[in-house]
Antibody, heavy 120, light 111 residues
Framework: QLQLQESGPGLVKPSETLSLTCTVS??????????WGWIRQPPGKGLEWIGS???????HYNPSLKSRVTISVDTSKNQFSLKVSSVTAADTAVYYC????????????WGQGTMVTVSS | QSVLTQPPSVSGAPGQRVTISCTGS?????????VHWYQQLPGAAPKLLIY???NRPSGVPDRVSGSKSGTSASLAITGLQAEDEANYYC???????????FGGGTKLTVL
């Protein structure tokens, strides 16, 4: 059964770069037509799509975050990663990675999420 | 301000039927983009509840249904149970923004 697991620092200083990795187990990240996405949720608030990547490296980003976000994939490790630069307190959130189904963009399998706090 | 508009809260007694609306525009739902629904229990990751407007993933009971018309979509839950108390989110694709958009979420309270 496919599983996703986020990992990375839980605390990041303002103006620095937030870096997270999503490890996919139970299936290959490159043997399918799926996109792989990042979604975040600030405390007590709703969901916000950050961006998605295909195993080939093709990416799509939320226009509101595009200037600060980079998503990359490492098929040899079956992982994809997120970097958000110049973070502020507004980037404090639970960050989820998820599999995105081809053709309709639904996120059908999610990681458990990881809390990232931006604070000095 | 979310691109997709949902009511902040809905409620119903056990056994009743509730609906949650998701209102979009001509650049997302009205443009033919599929609508998906997620259930998020407290402290948990979202779970896909409905995909492609009205399809249920394996394991989702048939008392949960989705529909879409024009620039809006709806999620209906019949035979309300205490375990349905959660936050619900709709999701679609917006062609003007060239990306995925979510509704602001609706908290369902079972009275």
């Amino acid at each position: 059964q496919l599983q996703l697991q986020e990992s990375g620092p839980g605390l990041v200083k303002p103006s620095e770069t937030l870096s997270l990795t999503c490890t996919v187990s139970g299936g290959s990240i490159s043997r399918s037509s799926y996109y792989w996405g990042w979604i975040r949720q600030p405390p007590g608030k709703g969901l916000e799509w950050i961006g998605s990547i295909y195993y080939s490296g093709s990416t799509h980003y939320n226009p509101s975050l595009k200037s600060r976000v980079t998503i990359s994939v490492d098929t040899s490790k079956n992982q994809f990663s997120l970097k958000v630069s110049s973070v502020t307190a507004a980037d404090t959130a639970v960050y989820y990675c998820a599999r995105q189904t081809p053709g309709n963009d639904a996120f059908d399998i999610w990681g458990q999420g990881t809390m990232v706090t931006v604070s000095s | 301000q979310s691109v997709l508009t949902q009511p902040p809260s809905v409620s119903g007694a056990p056994g009743q039927r509730v609906t949650i609306s998701c209102t979009g525009s001509s650049s997302n739902i009205g443009a033919g983009s599929d609508v998906h629904w997620y259930q998020q229990l407290p402290g948990a990751a979202p779970k896909l509840l409905i995909y492609g407007n009205s399809n249920r993933p394996s394991g989702v009971p048939d008392r949960v249904s989705g529909s879409k018309s024009g620039t809006s979509a709806s999620l209906a839950i019949t035979g309300l149970q205490a375990e349905d108390e959660a936050n619900y989110y709709c999701q679609s694709y917006d062609s003007s923004l060239s990306g995925v958009v979510f509704g602001g979420g609706t908290k369902l309270t079972v009275l």
